[in-house]
T-cell receptor, first 115, second 113 residues
Framework: EPEVTQTPSHQVTQMGQEVILRCVPISNHLYFYWYRQILGQKVEFLVSFYNNEISEKSEIFDDQFSVERPDGSNFTLKIRSTKLEDSAMYFC?????????????FGEGSRLTVL | DQQVKQNSPSLSVQEGRISILNCDYTNSMFDYFLWYKKYPAEGPTFLISISSIKDKNEDGRFTVFLNKSAKHLSLHIVPSQPGDSAVYFCAASLTGTASKLTFGTGTRLQVTL
């Protein structure tokens, strides 16, 4: 069964460092998303991406965050200068495209720990 | 911003019995609702969804009920199995599709033998 894959599974970084989290969405999907879950809290929407541009972003997704689809398969989330409060589980998700009424398909997550 | 609320952080049910997980929402513009199950260190896994034009959707042991006037939905699992032990999140969307989802805080279900 096709799945969304994410790397790394766990990354530890120092405050102020840049981090790139990588995702390979399901191959024929056109919409891509990043969500995050701070420990003990709910899963929160960060950004959606379609047709090589951001379609929507939340208040959390400030100038420190960026997303990119550098090639035909990868979808990345970059945090330019990490803060302690960026420590969270980051989930990538994808869906087939406009008009699809099913679910989002989530990856297993990348745990980011900022020290 | 608590647009989607799950007021019970945990629930314990005996194997074979019914599990009922509840979810309330405040935004009447939500028109699509989903339930996800999540195991530790894994991503959310889709269970079942319901459009606002329906009041019930059933898939095997899982049934979701939607009461729009009360802004309330519930997930029924019958019969509950030990493998159902996980955290359950309800989520809602404004677009009729599972695009930008607003999640609840989750309910940890434990199914005991």
């Amino acid at each position: 069964e096709p799945e969304v894959t994410q790397t790394p599974s766990h990354q530890v970084t120092q405050m102020g460092q840049e981090v790139i989290l990588r995702c390979v969405p399901i191959s024929n999907h056109l919409y891509f998303y990043w969500y995050r879950q701070i420990l003990g809290q709910k899963v929160e929407f960060l950004v959606s991406f379609y047709n090589n541009e951001i379609s929507e972003k939340s208040e959390i997704f400030d100038d420190q965050f960026s997303v990119e689809r550098p090639d035909g398969s990868n979808f990345t989330l970059k945090i330019r200068s990490t803060k302690l409060e960026d420590s969270a589980m980051y989930f990538c998700a994808s869906s087939p495209g406009p008009g699809y009424t099913g679910e989002l398909f989530f990856g297993e997550g990348s745990r980011l720990t900022v020290l | 911003d608590q647009q989607v609320k799950q007021n019970s952080p945990s629930l314990s049910v005996q194997e074979g019995r019914i599990s009922i997980l509840n979810c309330d929402y405040t935004n009447s513009m939500f028109d699509y609702f989903l339930w996800y199950k999540k195991y530790p260190a894994e991503g959310p896994t889709f269970l079942i969804s319901i459009s606002s034009i329906k009041d019930k959707n059933e898939d095997g042991r899982f049934t979701v009920f939607l009461n729009k006037s009360a802004k309330h939905l519930s997930l029924h699992i019958v019969p509950s199995q030990p493998g159902d032990s996980a955290v359950y999140f309800c989520a809602a969307s404004l677009t009729g599709t599972a695009s930008k989802l607003t999640f609840g805080t989750g309910t940890r279900l434990q199914v005991t033998l």
